[in-house]
Every structure is written in structure tokens, then in C-alpha cells.
């Protein structure tokens, strides 16, 4: 594709074709000349005779050139040789020397390029498997940590109902008890008034017949005294009451904790947490092993994955229900969501309309796909982050208080939920466990500067860098998963309005330019590869654009309802 004036040294500083005045993008790289070529270049570099063993690979899967080495010996001279007998570095006149004689030596680039590539394996380990397994591992023990005080303060609150039942039965029975103490005190009181009442008569009675006998003996007729009988009736009997004994239960703390039981440590062997074995877990670490075995056996090298020379069109989806796509996501069961200004809609491919929602974030990539196969989105009015699950479900996840959340995207390694949101003055971008627990702020670069202005997508790298595109800034802004600033892409040209973004198997970053109508591709560390869509393929207008697992590109467009799938990848 010709480029203009402009354009061309805008790439300067990018990758740029090794032979001399040639401007094209050097995507091959000769590994004997350790300089990049262009496709054309290239072809006729390997024409020469001269050149005819020279190996040549896309530039990514290079030979890493030997590090600058002076021999000590002979300083005019660099190290490029080991010896391996004596395994130390020399150089090409050290190998002359009486104590080298007969001794055999290997080429140390080579051998510089071979552990190159076995740390660039154990490097993709470190971030693609041992990073995100232990970090699930962490989120794993959190979210356990989380059940286990859910757990024992369901204990507690047992403990406390079974404390309150019993309570609440000796409460019982002691009432019960007391008021048969004030019966028995009332029979018993009722007994001694009665026989207050015998002696009370019987008093009366001594009384009367004291004043009767006293009449007698005052009596001049003393013969009343002869010939009456003296009888007195017998005191009253009566019997002493017996008064009620309490008898204390019998209950020690033994007694108690069995009525209200106790916490015990099933006798259960803990189990282990479960660590997914690793596999070839990206195609960049297929690469490099590869690149390490091909490099011994010095053949020609054959990549799993590669850019195709020519972008093909798959098929084509119409989706009803919106008139513009500005982001599309794609879920494992290949189904589409695709939102305009208004409207958020899942299809099936064959375009059916599954699902409908009416929200407020038309102009950002506001929902991504989670792990277990549901969605994510933002609402900005709402100034919240809801959930839909498989089953439709919808249910709010985040509360973003004064901020506005402008783009939302699920980490693909470990759930993380990514959003870019600001406020009237400020931008940035913060980390949520996938429960929706905040674990960090992004937002200014070691220079204390303002990362981002307007965050409108957002997305992941397979090494954990986040890619955001910020409108306002013109700029793509890559900052590493410690939240360190790497790079800023910021176009080829004088103006760059960057729009959708999203990134490969092998770590592309993919993003669309609103002002040349195109779609860009870097390497992950910010290099411009290549424009892999244009006007010139028919794509008129890009502003959405995501990559499925199957290597599939879906690109969406302004001022259309159709989202479009291509093949880069071979």
C-alpha cells in the first residue's frame, strides 16, 4: 500500500527495512546480516550467491545479535567464540594460542541466541502459566478466606439460638417451679390459719368459761360448788407443717455443652488446591521452543502461527436492533454482542436477536466477556458495572461512586475486571478482583504525570500489559500490570484518533484510527507492524473490533449494522 511523505517519516523510528533509502516495513529480518527487510529486499537479498545460506525469518522470531565483547587479550578483537573444552569466551586469535591447540570451538552467538530463547520460554512461563496459576491460587485462598468468616459466623449465630432456646426452657421451667412454691406457700398458709382459727375459738371458749367459774366461786351458795362437775374440753391438736425442701439439679458445664453443642475439626485430610498442569500455553512459547530446536539444527524455521500476506473477509453479520456497531465482543459460544449509542444486543450466527438491554455508554467499548461465558458492562449515567449471566440474569457488581466508567474488559488470565472511567477533571483505570473488590489505581506515570484523559477502550495483553485507547490523548497507552507506564502509540501521522482496541495470540495490539478509516497492528511493545485493514480492503469506517479463539477478526463499523470477520492469521 503506498504511503504518503508524511507517513513514511512518521515510521522512521519505527521498523523499518535495513537497505539503504529503502522505507518499507521491514517485517523479515536476516539473521546472518542481523538487519530488518522488506518483503521485496528480502527476495532480493537471497538472490545473491553470496547470500544464498543466509536464514530468514519474520522479524519477531529473530536471532538476537551477540553483545558488543572486546577480548582482553586482543582488544581490537570481539569475543564471538566458546571454547569447549576449556569453556571460557575468546576470540578468533585467542583460538590460535598453544593452550587452545587441538581444542574445538562453538560459534557464541549461536549459543548467545539459543539461551536467549530459552529465557524468552521461561520468561512467557513466568507471566502466560506461573503468574496467573498462583495468582488464581491467591484469589482462590481469598475467596476462601471470604467462606470460612461466612461459615463461622453462621456458627456463631447457631450458637446463639441454641444459647436463647435453652435460655429460653429455663426461663421456662424456673417460672414454672416459682409459681408451684406460691401454691404450696398458699395451701400451707391456709392450713396455719385454720389452726389459728381452733385456738383462736378455744381461747374465746377458756375465756367464757374462766368468767363462768369465777361466778361460781363468788357465789354464796357453796353448795353449787358440791354438786356441779368441772369439765374443761382438751387443748386443740394440731400438726406442724412441712415445710418444701429444694433440691439443686445436678448439671456441671459437661452437661451444659452437650445440651447446647460445641465446634469441632472434622477428622478430614485437607484437600490439595489443584494446580492445572502447564501446557503449551501460548502460541508464543510454541514459538520459542521452536525457534530453540530449529536453532540447533540449524533449519529453516517453521512458525505455528504467522501474518498472512493478504487479509481475507470470512463473513459478513447483520445485527438488527442498532444502526452503528462501536464495539462488538464475542462470547464462547461464538454469539455476538454489539452495541450503538443506546443499545446493547447478543445475536447468533445467523443474526437472530437473543437479547436487547437499553443503557448509556453507546460511544466506548462499555461490555466484555467474562470467563464463564457471561458479560460485563458499564453504565455511565448509573455510574455502575452490572453482570448478565449465561442465563440472563442481571444483577449490579460495581458501584463506581463519583466516577463515570467509560470502558470494561474481563482479564482473560485471571477474571480481573479492568475499567477506564474519570471524572469532570481526572482519568483513569482500576483493577477489580472478579466479585468486584477494588485492588488498584492507575492513573499517573512515574513522572507524576496524568496517564489518561478519556479511556474510551480498554483491553488486555497475553503478558498482563493494559492497552488502553485514549481519545483524548490521540494515543494508545500501554502500562504494565503494576500499573508502570511503557510505551504510548501514537499513530503514524500528525493526527491519530484511536477507537476500538484489542490483542492477539502473539501479543499484536490491534486498534482502530477514526482519522485514516484504518486499522492498525503492533508488536507489544508499541512497534508499527503493519495496516492490516483500510479503505483500500473496503472498510470504510472501523470503530469496534475484537479477536475470538479461533483467531477471527471482527471488525465494526460507523454508519452501518454489520459486523465483518476476517482471517490476518495463518
Known amino acids: 500500500m503506498a504511503e504518503s511523505s508524511d507517513e513514511q517519516a512518521a515510521m522512521q523510528h519505527y521498523l523499518v527495512c535495513g537497505t539503504e533509502e529503502c522505507q518499507q516495513n521491514g517485517q523479515f529480518y536476516c539473521n546472518a546480516c542481523h538487519r530488518p527487510l522488506c518483503e521485496q529486499c528480502r527476495d532480493e537479498h537471497l538472490k545473491s550467491p553470496d547470500n544464498q545460506d543466509h536464514e530468514i525469518v519474520f522479524y519477531r522470531y529473530r536471532k538476537h545479535q551477540l553483545p558488543v565483547e572486546k577480548c582482553k587479550l586482543h582488544p581490537t578483537r570481539n569475543i564471538d567464540m566458546l571454547c569447549t573444552e576449556c569453556q571460557i569466551p575468546l576470540c578468533s586469535k585467542c583460538s590460535t594460542m598453544k593452550k587452545h591447540k587441538g581444542h574445538e570451538f562453538d560459534d557464541l552467538e549461536d549459543i548467545y541466541a539459543m539461551k536467549y530463547a530459552l529465557w524468552q520460554g521461561e520468561f512467557s512461563k513466568i507471566q502466560k502459566y506461573l503468574l496467573p496459576t498462583t495468582q488464581g491460587l491467591k484469589t482462590d485462598i481469598e475467596e476462601d478466606a471470604i467462606e470460612i468468616k461466612k461459615i463461622m459466623e453462621s456458627i456463631r449465630t447457631s450458637m446463639k439460638v441454641e444459647s436463647e432456646s435453652l435460655k429460653n426452657l429455663v426461663d421456662e421451667v424456673t417460672s414454672e417451679n416459682i409459681n408451684h412454691t406460691h401454691t404450696m406457700e398458699k395451701s400451707l398458709l391456709k392450713m396455719l390459719k385454720s389452726q389459728e382459727t381452733t385456738y383462736v375459738d378455744y381461747i374465746a371458749y377458756l375465756w367464757k368459761m374462766s368468767d363462768e367459774f369465777q361466778g361460781y366461786l363468788s357465789t354464796n351458795n357453796k353448795k353449787l360448788l358440791f354438786t356441779m362437775t368441772l369439765k374443761i374440753q382438751t387443748v386443740p391438736e394440731t400438726t406442724k407443717p412441712v415445710p418444701p425442701v429444694f433440691t439443686a439439679g445436678q448439671f456441671n458445664k459437661d452437661d451444659v455443652t452437650k445440651l447446647l453443642g460445641k465446634v469441632n475439626v472434622p477428622n478430614t485430610k485437607p484437600e490439595k488446591r489443584k494446580v492445572q498442569p502447564m501446557k503449551a500455553v501460548t502460541i508464543h512459547m510454541k514459538s520459542t521452543e521452536k525457534k530453540l530446536e530449529q536453532s540447533k539444527e540449524k533449519s529453516d524455521m517453521k512458525q505455528t502461527l504467522s501474518l498472512s500476506s493478504s487479509v481475507t473477509k470470512v463473513r459478513e453479520f447483520s445485527v438488527p436492533g442498532v444502526n452503528n456497531v462501536y464495539h462488538v465482543s464475542v462470547d464462547k459460544s461464538d454469539r455476538l454482542w454489539v452495541i450503538d449509542i443506546f443499545n446493547l444486543v447478543k445475536i447468533d450466527l445467523q443474526g437472530n436477536l437473543l437479547q436487547k438491554i437499553k443503557i448509556s455508554n453507546g460511544f466506548t467499548g462499555c461490555h466484555t466477556v467474562t470467563q464463564d461465558g457471561g458479560l460485563i458492562y458499564s453504565e455511565m449515567h448509573k455510574k455502575a458495572i452490572y453482570r448478565i449471566t449465561p442465563d440472563r440474569k ?177
Not at 412 to 440: C, F, H, P, W
Not at 457 to 465: K, M, P, S
Not at 500 to 514: N, P
Open 394 to 570: 442481571i444483577t449490579e457488581l460495581i458501584k463506581t461512586g463519583d466516577w463515570i466508567p467509560l470502558s470494561v474488559h474481563s482479564s482473560s488470565i485471571n477474571g480481573d475486571i479492568l475499567v477506564g472511567m474519570k471524572t469532570y477533571k481526572e482519568a483513569k483505570v482500576t483493577r477489580y478482583s472478579k466479585a468486584g473488590k477494588e485492588i488498584q489505581n492507575i492513573q499517573m506515570d512515574n513522572k507524576e504525570q496524568e496517564l489518561y484523559s478519556y479511556p474510551r477502550y480498554i483491553t488486555e495483553n497475553f503478558n498482563g500489559d493494559i492497552c488502553t485507547s485514549d481519545y483524548n490523548k490521540r494515543a494508545v497507552v500501554v502500562v504494565n500490570k503494576s500499573g508502570q507506564h511503557r510505551f504510548s502509540y501514537k499513530g503514524l501521522g500528525p493526527e491519530f484518533l484511536p477507537w476500538g482496541i484489542c490483542t492477539d495470540v502473539l501479543g499484536h495490539i490491534l486498534v482502530c484510527d477514526k482519522d485514516k478509516k484504518s486499522l492498525h497492528l503492533l508488536d507489544q511493545d508499541g512497534g508499527f507492524l503493519t495496516i492490516i485493514l483500510s479503505p483500500q480492503q473496503g472498510i470504510k469506517d472501523p470503530r469496534g473490533v475484537c479477536v475470538d479463539d479461533e483467531n477471527n477478526l471482527y471488525v465494526g463499523q460507523y454508519y452501518t449494522n454489520t459486523v465483518t470477520v476476517y482471517k490476518y492469521l495463518q
